[in-house]
């Protein structure tokens, strides 16, 4: 080749427009020119060449195209117009489209390939419309419909046809006949023609009619179409039946704004009132009272009974707010088992209190789901506007609050917000994370409360109570964070060490010749609802090697509510094992009578309130001589707590209740006092018989 004919071959290579390179056969770039660079993204050939090494990894977006490549020019030598999309430099996605042929050397072996590109992406895209466009005049869903200027119509698409339910022979050269009588004025419709005509189109909803009469809403465009001297030639018409669309924007504006399970405001909605309630309230002298309001129970109804139940549940709370409250009041739900209840025109304070006093009575009787009865009571946080915030989201916010702190106090079941909450919050928080930390670290440890049998002062037992430690807090009362174990999931484990500690102790007193009686550990409704617990308890049974009938096992009667057939299964299971069973609190809770007899219970346990003001009170000896006949009846045996006075004592053994637990006997004890107790108890006993 002489240096003239190389100089042109160079000059073309490197001014060409197309892209010219050459490869070798396992996908790398030999040669490119500067087109090839700039289509691929790069500006120098050379930086090309050096980094895009690997064709089919690096190039192609789908790498099957570039063997697909590789086979056309091994079996023709030479490809055409070979289109892919390929990756430029910056990751964005090209069409390209090759032309090339296989060099080969004097023994027939292919050296390398070379070719051309050509960037194809914009004609590929204007393909796409081409094909789009004739997809959608093809299917197209809308009726479409062409007038003269007379309003005849000239043609009529098949989706008209089916939206109005006509044949073509009856619509095309006939006078257009669109809009339902009645339903718009005649100016209203001359403005369509006249807009059109003048602004070349007109849109918006009109009331049309199908062959059979029936009216619905429809979406109309009109364009004008006019020749090239601007003279007005024909409308056509665009209508899309637009009544399943009308029907659905309602139902989604219900959604949006209500509950579908309650058919109650939602928390939007409710929020949205709660800020109109702010704003009238700016220019008056009243309040905006803000019930924040949790049911108590509602997990548990879920767990046992099933969400269709804790459904209906919900349904029926909604019923007795609405029904408790002012017309002017939103009671909205806010999610889950929380509702709002916003009261306007709050006169004063009062007026919270008031309201929560009428949510919890009304809370107080029972709900009917699926034919059994359940009690589910609420806990409620109020705030008030402008006292506790100036915003809706604040309000909401401190109620929430409020009906936190009320739900972490049994004894208060609705409490009115104050500043210093957030403070006490945080120190939740803190005792949440110290709470996770001493399950490790051995800050707990058990108390010790004697059960005695009057007058003599048997002891028959003693209750395991456990206690918190805390390195900096003191001893922590297990009011403040029991509750929290609950909330947090913690409370198996700390169930767990209690009974396996008890149990331990249990086992070394009677190795010492201690004769403490039945010793009784407390189990949380989370724990009884637990599947593991059956097993558990059985296996701390055996690898402590005590009697289990020295061992009680003492739960609320609200651990068993729901699912009775459940519970019934649980306790049967434990009654297996051997231990004894006893219901706390007894005659506080909801525990149906018709159900009490199926449960395999040892001992009821009269609870403190009915106690406390036994010798003035005219019904507590009544009640607590009640409870001790259904006991007999029943074959359970009974035991009172909280006793601390021995007229209390005396009142209990006339009603025949003569087993007492309470500060009248002693306080909870650590282990080393209560056995020294006990102890002493063995050595009066033993004096008295010598």
Same mark, same amino acid.
């Given at each position: *080749?002489?240096?003239?004919?190389?100089?042109?071959?160079?000059?073309?290579?490197?001014?060409?427009?197309?892209?010219?390179?050459?490869?070798?056969?396992?996908?790398?770039?030999?040669?490119?020119?500067?087109?090839?660079?700039?289509?691929?993204?790069?500006?120098?050939?050379?930086?090309?060449?050096?980094?895009?090494?690997?064709?089919?990894?690096?190039?192609?977006?789908?790498?099957?195209?570039?063997?697909?490549?590789?086979?056309?020019?091994?079996?023709?030598?030479?490809?055409?117009?070979?289109?892919?999309?390929?990756?430029?430099?910056?990751?964005?996605?090209?069409?390209?489209?090759?032309?090339?042929?296989?060099?080969?050397?004097?023994?027939?072996?292919?050296? #390398?390939?070379?070719?051309?590109? !050509?960037?194809?992406?914009?004609?590929?895209?204007?393909? &796409?419309?081409?094909?789009?466009?004739?997809?959608? #005049?093809?299917? @197209?869903?809308?009726?479409?419909?062409?007038?003269?200027?007379? +309003?005849?119509?000239?043609?009529?698409?098949?989706?008209?046809?089916?939206?109005?339910?006509?044949?073509?022979? &009856?619509?095309?050269?006939? /006078?257009?006949?669109?809009?339902?009588?009645?339903?718009?004025?005649?100016? %209203?419709?001359?403005?369509?023609?006249?807009?059109?005509?003048?602004?070349?189109?007109?849109?918006?909803?009109?009331?049309?009619?199908?062959?059979?009469?029936?009216?619905?809403?429809?979406?109309?465009?009109?364009?004008? @179409?006019?020749?090239?001297?601007?003279?007005?030639?024909?409308?056509?018409?665009?209508?899309?039946?637009?009544?399943?669309?009308? %029907? !659905?924007?309602?139902?989604?504006?219900?959604?949006?704004?209500?509950?579908?399970? =309650?058919?109650?405001?939602?928390?939007?909605?409710?929020?949205?009132?709660?800020?109109?309630?702010?704003?009238?309230?700016?220019?008056?002298?009243?309040?905006?009272?803000?019930?924040?309001?949790?049911?108590?129970?509602?997990?548990?109804?879920?767990? =046992?009974?099933?969400?269709?139940?804790?459904?209906?549940?919900?349904?029926?709370?909604?019923?007795?707010?609405?029904?408790?409250?002012? $017309?002017?009041?939103?009671?909205?739900?806010?999610?889950?088992?929380?509702? +709002?209840?916003?009261?306007?025109?709050?006169?004063?304070?009062?007026?919270?209190?008031?309201?929560?006093?009428?949510?919890?009575?009304? *809370?107080?009787?029972?709900?009917?789901?699926?034919?059994?009865?359940?009690?589910?009571?609420?806990?409620?946080?109020?705030?008030?506007?402008?006292?506790?915030?100036?915003?809706?989201?604040?309000?909401?916010?401190?109620?929430?609050?409020?009906?936190?702190?009320?739900?972490?106090?049994?004894?208060?079941?609705?409490?009115?917000?104050?500043?210093? *909450?957030?403070?006490?919050?945080?120190?939740?928080?803190?005792? &949440?994370?110290? +709470?996770?930390?001493?399950?490790?670290?051995?800050?707990?440890?058990? %108390?010790?409360?004697?059960?005695?049998?009057? /007058?003599?002062?048997?002891?028959?037992?003693?209750?395991?109570?456990?206690?918190?430690?805390?390195?900096?807090?003191?001893?922590?009362?297990?009011?403040? %964070?029991?509750?929290?174990?609950?909330?947090?999931?913690?409370?198996?484990?700390?169930?767990?060490?209690?009974?396996?500690?008890?149990?331990?102790?249990?086992?070394?007193?009677?190795?010492?010749?201690?004769?403490?009686?039945?010793?009784?550990?407390?189990?949380?409704?989370?724990?009884?609802?637990?599947?593991?617990?059956?097993?558990?308890?059985?296996?701390?049974?055996?690898?402590?090697?005590?009697?289990?009938?020295?061992? &009680?096992?003492?739960?609320?009667?609200?651990?068993?509510?729901?699912?009775?057939?459940?519970?019934?299964?649980?306790?049967?299971?434990?009654?297996?094992?051997?231990?004894?069973?006893?219901?706390?609190?007894?005659?506080?809770?909801?525990?149906?009578?018709?159900?009490?007899?199926? #449960?395999?219970?040892?001992? +009821?346990?009269?609870?403190?309130?009915? $106690?406390?003001?036994?010798?003035?009170?005219?019904?507590?000896?009544?009640?607590?001589? =009640?409870?001790?006949?259904?006991?007999?009846?029943?074959?359970?045996?009974?035991?009172?707590?909280?006793?601390?006075?021995?007229?209390?004592?005396? *009142?209990?053994?006339?009603?025949?209740?003569?087993?007492?637990?309470?500060?009248?006997?002693?306080?909870?004890?650590?282990?080393?006092?209560?056995?020294?107790?006990?102890?002493?108890?063995?050595?009066?006993?033993?004096?008295?018989?010598?």
């Amino acid at each position: *080749m002489s240096h003239e004919t190389e100089e042109q071959y160079r000059s073309i290579f490197e001014n060409a427009v197309e892209g010219i390179y050459q490869t070798t056969i396992d996908g790398r770039y030999i040669r490119v020119n500067p087109a090839l660079a700039r289509i691929y993204g790069y500006t120098d050939p050379h930086d090309l060449v050096q980094n895009l090494t690997d064709i089919a990894g690096q190039l192609y977006v789908d790498p099957g195209r570039r063997e697909a490549f590789a086979h056309l020019m091994e079996s023709q030598g030479v490809v055409h117009s070979f289109e892919a999309r390929v990756f430029r430099r910056d990751g964005t996605v090209i069409w390209i489209s090759e032309n090339a042929r296989c060099v080969r050397d004097a023994a027939g072996n292919i050296r #390398f390939y070379e070719g051309t590109v !050509q960037d194809i992406t914009e004609r590929k895209q204007h393909e &796409e419309k081409i094909r789009l466009l004739a997809t959608v #005049f093809a299917s @197209v869903a809308d009726g479409i419909l062409i007038v003269d200027q007379a +309003l005849r119509v000239q043609a009529v698409n098949p989706a008209y046809l089916a939206i109005g339910g006509y044949e073509t022979e &009856e619509l095309v050269g006939q /006078p257009l006949v669109l809009f339902q009588p009645g339903a718009h004025e005649r100016t %209203f419709i001359e403005a369509i023609w006249d807009t059109a005509s003048h602004t070349g189109r007109w849109q918006g909803e009109v009331a049309s009619f199908r062959r059979t009469g029936e009216s619905f809403a429809a979406q109309l465009s009109v364009t004008a @179409v006019t020749s090239p001297s601007g003279h007005l030639e024909h409308y056509v018409l665009t209508i899309a039946d637009i009544s399943q669309r009308k %029907f !659905q924007e309602h139902q989604i504006r219900y959604q949006a704004s209500f509950d579908r399970l =309650t058919d109650l405001p939602n928390r939007w909605l409710a929020c949205e009132r709660l800020e109109e309630a702010i704003l009238r309230t700016q220019r008056g002298p009243t309040k905006v009272a803000v019930a924040f309001i949790d049911l108590n129970r509602f997990k548990q109804v879920n767990d =046992t009974l099933g969400h269709q139940a804790g459904d209906e549940l919900l349904k029926l709370v909604a019923r007795r707010l609405r029904n408790c409250t002012r $017309v002017s009041d939103t009671v909205g739900r806010l999610g889950g088992d929380e509702f +709002l209840v916003v009261a306007p025109d709050a006169a004063d304070r009062k007026a919270g209190s008031r309201l929560a006093e009428k949510i919890l009575y009304s *809370m107080s009787e029972p709900f009917t789901v699926h034919g059994q009865e359940i009690y589910c009571g609420a806990s409620v946080g109020i705030a008030f506007y402008p006292d506790d915030g100036d915003s809706a989201d604040q309000l909401l916010r401190n109620a929430d609050l409020a009906m936190y702190h009320a739900k972490r106090n049994p004894g208060r079941r609705w409490v009115e917000y104050d500043h210093t *909450m957030r403070d006490r919050t945080g120190y939740h928080l803190n005792l &949440e994370s110290d +709470l996770r930390r001493a399950i490790g670290t051995d800050e707990f440890e058990l %108390f010790y409360q004697p059960k005695v049998r009057m /007058p003599q002062r048997t002891i028959i037992g003693a209750e395991a109570l456990i206690r918190w430690r805390h390195p900096v807090r003191g001893l922590v009362s297990p009011a403040e %964070f029991i509750p929290l174990a609950e909330d947090t999931g913690l409370i198996w484990d700390i169930g767990a060490w209690t009974l396996q500690t008890a149990a331990r102790a249990l086992a070394k007193w009677r190795r010492e010749g201690l004769e403490v009686g039945v010793v009784s550990v407390n189990l949380s409704p989370r724990q009884f609802q637990d599947a593991r617990l059956v097993g558990f308890v059985r296996s701390v049974i055996e690898s402590s090697g005590v009697p289990p009938e020295l061992v &009680e096992l003492e739960l609320t009667e609200g651990a068993m509510i729901g699912d009775i057939e459940k519970a019934v299964g649980l306790l049967n299971g434990l009654k297996d094992i051997g231990v004894r069973l006893s219901i706390d609190d007894f005659g506080t809770g909801y525990s149906s009578l018709a159900y009490l007899k199926r #449960f395999p219970i040892d001992t +009821l346990k009269i609870d403190r309130s009915f $106690v406390r003001d036994i010798v003035k009170s005219p019904t507590d000896p009544a009640i607590v001589h =009640t409870i001790v006949n259904l006991a007999e009846s029943l074959g359970f045996a009974t035991i009172a707590e909280g006793v601390e006075t021995l007229d209390q004592a005396d *009142m209990l053994a006339r009603q025949r209740c003569r087993n007492i637990q309470g500060y009248l006997i002693s306080r909870p004890l650590e282990q080393s006092a209560f056995e020294a107790f006990v102890r002493q108890h063995q050595s009066s006993c033993a004096t008295e018989v010598a």
